[in-house]
């Protein structure tokens, strides 16, 4: 399926240049978004939109931290609602428990494996959603989004 970043980071970075200039891109594009573009929040979304992936807000602190970042996991879970009130990334809620940031935010849905915790990818296109039902008066529909749950065979 296509990816739809919000951000395409172009390759690997493998100098401290190509490091500072990605950063500088993740920053610029904050900033256009009328994100104040702290080291944290720099550095979380450059994590976030590296790739197209499905992370929950402990795996971003995990990550974050094996990087060497200083961040707290209120600083995480701050941040990764930012980037999801400004578009960046799209909240994925699986259960009551279970909250995925996905860094694609074109439209699409996904299944859930239950017995790994991992979300995949289902092309709109398999799975069109084109006879919604009218929302209640004085509402309006924002988005559709399915989760299927499905678990390994044994």
């Given at each position: 399926m296509d990816w739809e970043p919000a951000l395409a980071i172009l390759s690997p970075m493998e100098t401290p240049e190509d490091?500072?200039?990605?950063?500088?891109?993740?920053?610029?594009?904050?900033e256009q978004r009328n994100i104040l573009p702290t080291v944290q929040r720099i550095e979380i979304a450059g994590l976030m939109l590296?790739?197209?992936?499905?992370?929950?807000?402990?795996?971003?602190?995990?990550?974050s931290r094996a990087a060497?970042?200083?961040?707290?996991?209120?600083?995480v879970y701050n941040t990764l609602g930012l980037l999801v009130e400004k578009g960046l990334v799209r909240e994925v809620i699986v259960d009551s428990t279970k909250?995925?940031?996905?860094?694609?935010?074109?439209p699409h849905h996904h299944f859930y494996n239950v017995d790994d915790a991992t979300l995949t990818d289902i092309s709109p296109v398999?799975?069109?959603?084109?006879?919604?039902?009218l929302p209640p008066e004085g509402t309006e529909t924002t988005g559709v989004d399915i989760v299927i749950r499905i678990r390994n065979k044994v």
């Open positions: 490091l500072s200039l990605e950063r500088a891109r993740v920053a610029e594009l904050l590296a790739e197209a992936q499905h992370l929950s807000a402990d795996q971003v602190l995990a990550r060497g970042l200083t961040v707290s996991k209120a600083t909250v995925f940031y996905d860094s694609n935010i074109g398999t799975l069109p959603v084109d006879r919604l039902p």
